[in-house]
């Protein structure tokens, strides 16, 4: 067998660094709390669920 590589994705360079993983009692683990994550997440990802609904428009202007 051959090792695996660990490879890195490209990543926002705000959130080099940032891993995830799953520990023996299934909880998720992060080296970035999750609200900092939830901050990051809010500024550059349309929620694509609320882009369509007409009572959001008021709170973006």
Known sequence: MSK???KTPK???KLEGFEVNINSFGEI???LKI???NQ???KN???KKLKDREDLDDLKN
Do not use: G, Y
């Open 4 to 6: 695996k590589e660990k």
């Open 11 to 13: 990543v926002n360079p």
């Open 29 to 31: 683990k992060s080296s």
């Open 35 to 37: 609200d900092e994550l």
């Open 40 to 42: 990051f997440l809010n």
């Open 45 to 47: 990802v349309e929620d």
